[in-house]
């Protein structure tokens, strides 16, 4: 039963970090379920690097752990099959993606779903370089967007200032990986395969769990 | 549908450590599951901590990463609450299981499921102990067994080179980590959240993938 979400729906955080390639199945699906659930999702781009580093790692556990990092990859592709998504590893893994987050946090929240999602399928649909200005700036002039006007508001002092505190929110919500959910009241999920789950808390169903 | 499985059917096999946490709604849930795609379970107990060891890693990363770990434990309780399983957490983590698997490994693939899902219960339903020899015994007794008889040839040479020589399979099959399915042609999946792509590739079902 589709319930479209109004201004009193429940808000789900989706948190993503353009690097992670789980992130990029999960940004092609939250919208479509958390409409199905009444839910509005609201688009939070961070960067993972410091979180990683305050934890004490120097990069991803995929690439901490080659064994792990290798199954990853299949696991990856079978997602993005099962889910009818494109997908081709990039040359470069984890890419840098400061610009790109800089860049969505600069949209409103009704453009930063369409944003995420070209990125995403440029990066893991494409398997290309998300790095570059140049990618970036083709990609927002694709979409209709002033290029130059966005990037240069994304490399201002106040968006980097604005993804610096988001990082720290991030952090303070007790987020370690990405994809990650977190509701209203707190409640932090982490991965593409929990969002239903955190459809389910958003939607005030605890499965009984005491507080 | 459910379709009761044959020696015809497709096996797909279950590794499981006892100390993993979303090991115990894997254990409880996967033979139910199988069944009802007409899949046969073979049961693989093994030991995570030479695993872990080789590849550079002193325990388990939910030990290893706190902030990792926090979140893990209020995942499980959720998924726990979600399936309908009790849990408590146990005052250790992770638990001596050497005894467990070895007793495992003793018993027929018939009677393996039985066993594995009392010794979870035991440990993350009623949050107890279940490294020692008298906690073992009790609770081979409880079911029925010769508890003195299995727990004699549990530490014989020859099971705890079985157990040895498991643990050489499951890093030969590329597994790091708890649960894990691995299907007749090798394909690898890993996590309780992947026991229904585990099913469908056992039935031959490759959604579209490319070899």
Redesign the interface.
């Known amino acids: 039963m589709s319930k479209s979400p109004t201004s009193k729906s429940p808000v789900l955080e989706f948190w993503h970090e353009f690097a992670s390639t789980y992130s990029y199945p999960a940004a092609m699906r939250v919208e479509r379920a958390a409409r199905a659930r009444g839910v509005r999702i609201a688009w939070r781009p961070f960067l993972l690097g410091p979180i990683f580093k305050a ?1 004490g ?1 120097s990069s991803s ?1 995929f690439v901490v ?4 990092g ?2 990853m990859w ?2 990856v ?3 993005c ?2 889910d009818g998504l494109r997908f081709v590893r990039p040359a470069v893994f984890p890419q840098n993606t400061l610009l790109a987050a800089r860049v969505e946090l600069c949209l409103p929240q009704d453009q930063r779903g369409a944003f995420a999602r070209a990125v995403y399928a440029l990066e893991y649909g494409d398997g290309a370089d998300i790095s570059g200005r140049e990618a970036i700036a083709a990609l927002l002039s694709r979409h209709g967007k002033d290029a130059d006007a966005l990037l240069a508001q994304a490399e201002s002092a106040e968006t980097k200032a604005a993804l610096r505190a988001a990082g720290e929110d991030a952090a303070a919500r ?1 987020i ?2 990405s994809p990650s959910f977190v509701t209203a009241d707190g409640e ?4 593409n ?2 969002l239903e ?1 955190a459809l ?2 958003a939607c005030g169903d ?4 005491e507080a």
């Open positions: 934890q790692f556990p752990n080659e064994t792990k290798a199954n299949r696991d592709a079978r997602i099959a099962r007790g370690f990986g932090l999920f982490w991965g395969d929990r789950h389910d808390w605890r499965w009984g769990l």
